[in-house]
């Protein structure tokens, strides 16, 4: 799934805020990694982003990379993933609804899902506990349909 050109105005509104509060200028480099990584799919590494950006221009370090994710996730347009293989993982924020993940731990694939049921009994759970719940994730891991066999 990819960012439609509304959404991606949306984000670089938001973005441009962040970055002007913040006395941040944006460069040519950095926009090249936003703009690839907002058309890329998955849950992506630094490097993963980095190899991409590189065919476009290999002057850009993988620092500099590293720099633009932790901007886009501070900033609230990327999640920020850790799948227990010590590697961060970004996805997009936007244009995304909220979903969780399963993890396989042998060959490292993801699976999305969304369960409206699960969604629902953890606000019953916070309730019940007179908790206000500000985000969640779930993660699940285990072995694909493929490691079972
Ligand atoms: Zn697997
Ligand atoms: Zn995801």
Not at 82 to 105: K, M, S, Y
Not at 125 to 141: I, N
Request: with cysteine.
């Amino acid at each position: 799934m990819s960012v439609s050109s509304a959404q991606r105005e949306e984000l670089e509104r938001l973005l441009e805020r962040y970055m002007t509060e913040r006395g941040l200028k944006s460069t040519r480099q950095r926009s090249l990694i936003i703009d690839l990584f907002f058309d890329m799919h998955g849950h992506l590494s630094v490097e993963d982003v980095w190899s991409r950006v590189r065919q476009d221009d290999p002057r850009v370090s993988v620092a500099t990379v590293y720099r633009t994710m932790k901007l886009l996730s501070e900033a609230g347009l990327a999640h920020a993933r850790n799948f227990g293989d010590g590697q961060t993982r970004f996805e997009p924020a936007v244009g995304r609804e909220h979903h969780d993940h399963l993890i396989c731990t042998r060959c490292g694939t993801i699976i999305e899902f969304e369960n409206d049921q699960i969604e629902r009994m953890q606000d019953a759970v916070a309730r019940r506990h007179g908790f206000k719940v500000t985000s969640h994730k779930m993660e699940l891991y285990g072995l694909c349909k493929n490691c079972q066999k």
